[in-house]
């Protein structure tokens, strides 16, 4: 056991607080549109998650007209993801409201998070997709005014390890079965298969947890149910 994660054991609320040398807080909300007959991924889509296979330049695009400078809405992004060697990048991306608004950068491999800029939230969704030809694939949203990425998608970055210490799912009106698929370093999916729970919600620190994922490692929550449901995850990155 590392130092960061003694202190996580003894102290959370310190860790809750940013105050452990090493370990950063990770959120991740998602929510599973629900088609009770197969696990879906829980991206935020309603469908499966589409894993970029190169590094790539993206493009930002919310519903409204209004998000965009001189809008009443959101101006601008801060997203945040991986380049082709799965080291941590980040860029601020001016809005246009409905027109798409390509990234500087070309090297994006996974997008782990995106925030609004400023106190102003968005009035529609915004979508952060493949950039033109491929614009049907959404690889992350910001939900209207949410303010931050909807979803359960997450890779380590390079120098990085997770340690996830719980995650908790609405499971209100229904039955939910939930599992989670990880790879390393683009090798096989490997699957967990947790258990069915019923309402009102399952908190997943029942099971044996913590779980710990290495760098370069894709994560991703499922689950199948018949009714909408959300999902909530509590994790820390350390650093290695």
Do not use: C
Request: aromatic share 10%; no cysteine; net charge negative.
């Amino acid at each position: 056991m590392t130092t960061a994660e003694a202190t996580l054991e003894r102290d959370p609320w310190a860790a809750l607080l940013g105050q452990v040398p090493g370990l950063s807080r990770v959120e991740l909300v998602g929510k599973g549109v629900g088609t009770g007959t197969v696990f879906q991924d829980v991206s935020g889509s309603g469908r499966s998650y589409p894993w970029l296979t190169t590094p790539q330049q993206l493009e930002l695009r919310s519903g409204s007209p209004q998000d965009k400078p001189t809008g009443t809405g959101a101006d601008a992004l801060h997203v945040v993801g991986l380049d082709g060697n799965f080291a941590e990048i980040a860029e601020d991306t001016t809005l246009n409201g409905q027109t798409a608004v390509p990234t500087v950068r070309t090297d994006w491999f996974r997008v782990n998070d995106a925030w609004v800029l400023g106190t102003i939230q968005n009035v529609a969704a915004v979508l952060i997709r493949r950039l033109a030809p491929n614009t049907g694939d959404t690889i992350a949203n910001v939900s209207r005014g949410d303010s931050r990425r909807f979803g359960s998608v997450l890779t380590v970055p390079l120098g990085r390890r997770l340690l996830v210490y719980g995650w908790r799912w609405a499971a209100s009106g229904a039955d939910i079965q939930v599992r989670f698929r990880y790879r390393v370093n683009l090798g096989p999916w490997i699957v967990r298969l947790g258990p069915t729970f019923g309402p009102p919600e399952f908190d997943g620190r029942a099971l044996a947890l913590p779980l710990v994922f290495e760098e370069k490692t894709d994560l991703i929550w499922e689950i199948n149910t018949t009714i909408e449901q959300t999902f909530e995850l509590f994790a820390f990155m350390e650093v290695l």
